[in-house]
């Protein structure tokens, strides 16, 4: 469930702007915002997530399981250009290239997206996972607690 393009011919920032938006969203979700995105990478981007899209319905995965696990906008070939300059000097031009790597994931195995869907079906948590998850961000601030009551008590013995 993964599709890369290499050596886009754009920028990595200007697309990462476009990856940012999409990432962690929902197929149909995604590739609506894309159509109406004015941005150049936004269809190259939304080709990619199809393209993606058909891989999985090769697996045997329904397009509505699927979201936007990760997506990344690396650098790809930088192209060195030579423009003219006063006094016979030349300035470089930089033509830059991105790769780009989409991943799809299954909503139900993500604990954020599973949480989403179970409120929407007026569920309780079903997942094990989201689970273990929320037991450990429970325990974390009672560590910190005991950890801050520990420093109150050192600094009152001094």
């Given at each position: 469930?993964?599709?890369?393009?290499?050596?886009?011919?754009?920028s990595?920032?200007?697309?990462?702007?476009?990856?940012?938006?999409?990432r962690?969203?929902?197929?149909?979700?995604?590739?609506?915002?894309?159509?109406?995105?004015?941005?150049?990478?936004?269809?190259?981007?939304k080709?990619?997530?199809?393209?993606?899209?058909?891989?999985?319905?090769?697996?045997?995965?329904?397009?509505?399981?699927?979201?936007i696990?990760?997506?990344?906008?690396?650098?790809?070939?930088?192209?060195?250009?030579?423009?003219?300059?006063?006094?016979?000097?030349?300035?470089?031009?930089?033509?830059?290239?991105?790769?780009?790597?989409?991943?799809?994931?299954?909503?139900?195995?993500?604990?954020?997206?599973?949480?989403?869907?179970?409120?929407?079906?007026?569920?309780?948590?079903?997942?094990?996972?989201?689970d273990?998850?929320?037991?450990?961000?429970?325990a974390?601030?009672?560590?910190?607690?005991a950890?801050?009551?520990?420093?109150?008590?050192?600094?009152?013995?001094?």
């Open positions: 469930m993964k599709a890369f393009l290499k050596n886009y011919r754009q990595p920032r200007k697309v990462r702007l476009v990856a940012d938006l999409v962690g969203k929902s197929i149909e979700k995604a590739v609506i915002e894309l159509d109406f995105l004015p941005k150049r990478a936004s269809l190259p981007i080709k990619l997530i199809l393209s993606a899209v058909a891989n999985a319905l090769q697996t045997g995965v329904q397009k509505e399981e699927l979201f696990k990760e997506i990344r906008a690396d650098k790809g070939l930088i192209m060195k250009r030579m423009m003219p300059r006063a006094m016979g000097r030349g300035a470089r031009i930089n033509k830059r290239s991105t790769h780009i790597n989409v991943a799809l994931g299954l909503i139900a195995d993500s604990p954020k997206m599973n949480k989403k869907a179970n409120k929407k079906a007026g569920k309780g948590v079903v997942s094990e996972k989201t273990s998850v929320e037991k450990k961000i429970k974390q601030p009672a560590k910190k607690d950890e801050v009551k520990k420093i109150k008590k050192v600094k009152e013995t001094k």
